[in-house]
């Protein structure tokens, strides 16, 4: 899939073509692969000292507060893996969790925390940044968005950032029950048609909620029709 921003649009970006690295998946394949183990590997405080293998990763990230850790235990079936907002001292750190023994999460610190001094906030950017251009098994970042808020400057910033860095993503709308089923899809569209106005094309795209337990097999089947993709590549 390309993923490029209008040719009108580009004048900020020296003529740079945004491009997301084509997947082929085929994320309407159900394809069963529950989650049956998930160990946490190990916390990176840089981006060199992450592990090395040859595994599919799958990062997610977002603002903080966003609902990231909960996804990821949502996800897994574990209440306590990723360390959620509530954990003092909450890692601000690169931590990777080995799933299945055959492919990763990789939970990236949060951005965007008001409270984030800017020296600190420097020091995370440039974390995430070296993730993004060292991770050498980068298969898809996951970009979170609360599906309550308009579309922020912040996110929408780093959603350019990914298309001039060719990095592969998808979008996903966290905290459904927050909003029902009406007012979510009209936030998701809302949002839909604010990427439309500088993109050509929309990222793949979810609705989760960690309370219900909305959207994980979705998530899950997507991930495993990927990882059986590679697998025969
Ligand atoms: P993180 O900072 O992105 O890791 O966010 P957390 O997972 O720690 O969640 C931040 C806050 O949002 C916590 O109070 C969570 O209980 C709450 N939260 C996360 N996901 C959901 C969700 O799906 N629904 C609701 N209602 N609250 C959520």
Same mark, same amino acid.
């Given at each position: 899939?390309?993923?490029? +921003?209008?040719?009108?649009? &580009?004048?900020? #970006?020296?003529?740079? *073509?945004?491009? !997301? /690295?084509? @997947?082929?998946?085929?994320?309407?394949?159900?394809?069963?692969?529950?989650?049956?183990?998930?160990?946490?590997?190990?916390?990176?405080?840089?981006?060199?000292?992450?592990?090395?293998?040859?595994?599919?990763?799958?990062?997610?990230?977002?603002?903080?507060?966003?609902?990231?850790?909960?996804?990821?235990?949502?996800?897994?079936?574990?209440?306590?893996?990723?360390?959620?907002?509530?954990?003092?001292? +909450?890692?601000?750190?690169? &931590?990777?969790? #080995?799933?299945?023994? *055959?492919?990763? !999460? /990789?939970? @990236?610190?949060?951005?965007?925390?008001?409270?984030?001094?800017?020296?600190?906030?420097?020091?995370?950017?440039?974390?995430?940044?070296?993730?993004?251009?060292?991770?050498?098994?980068?298969?898809?970042?996951?970009?979170?968005?609360?599906?309550?808020?308009?579309?922020?400057?912040?996110?929408?910033?780093?959603?350019?950032?990914?298309?001039?860095?060719?990095?592969?993503?998808?979008?996903?709308?966290? +905290?459904?029950?927050?909003?029902?089923?009406?007012?979510?899809?009209?936030?998701?569209?809302?949002?839909?048609?604010?990427?439309?106005?500088?993109?050509?094309?929309?990222?793949?795209?979810?609705?989760?909620?960690?309370?219900?337990?909305?959207?994980?097999?979705?998530?899950?089947?997507?991930?495993?029709?990927?990882?059986?993709?590679?697998?025969?590549?």
């Amino acid at each position: 899939m390309n993923f490029k +921003k209008r040719p009108s649009e &580009n004048k900020n #970006l020296g003529g740079l *073509s945004l491009k !997301i /690295v084509p @997947l082929r998946q085929n994320s309407k394949t159900l394809n069963p692969n529950p989650i049956t183990s998930a160990i946490f590997v190990c916390s990176s405080p840089q981006a060199s000292k992450m592990p090395t293998h040859s595994l599919p990763e799958y990062a997610f990230i977002g603002r903080s507060n966003v609902g990231k850790s909960s996804l990821i235990n949502m996800l897994t079936g574990q209440k306590k893996l990723a360390l959620t907002s509530a954990t003092p001292g +909450k890692t601000q750190m690169i &931590n990777h969790f #080995l799933i299945n023994g *055959s492919w990763y !999460i /990789v939970d @990236l610190p949060g951005y965007g925390y008001a409270k984030t001094s800017k020296s600190q906030r420097e020091v995370l950017g440039k974390l995430i940044s070296d993730y993004l251009t060292q991770a050498q098994q980068i298969t898809l970042l996951f970009l979170l968005i609360d599906i309550r808020l308009q579309p922020q400057a912040i996110d929408l910033e780093f959603i350019e950032q990914l298309g001039m860095m060719e990095v592969p993503f998808a979008l996903i709308f966290t +905290k459904a029950d927050k909003v029902g089923p009406v007012a979510g899809q009209q936030q998701v569209e809302a949002y839909q048609n604010r990427l439309l106005e500088q993109w050509e094309e929309l990222p793949p795209i979810f609705i989760v909620s960690s309370k219900k337990g909305t959207g994980r097999e979705e998530l899950i089947n997507y991930i495993s029709s990927i990882n059986e993709q590679l697998k025969s590549v």
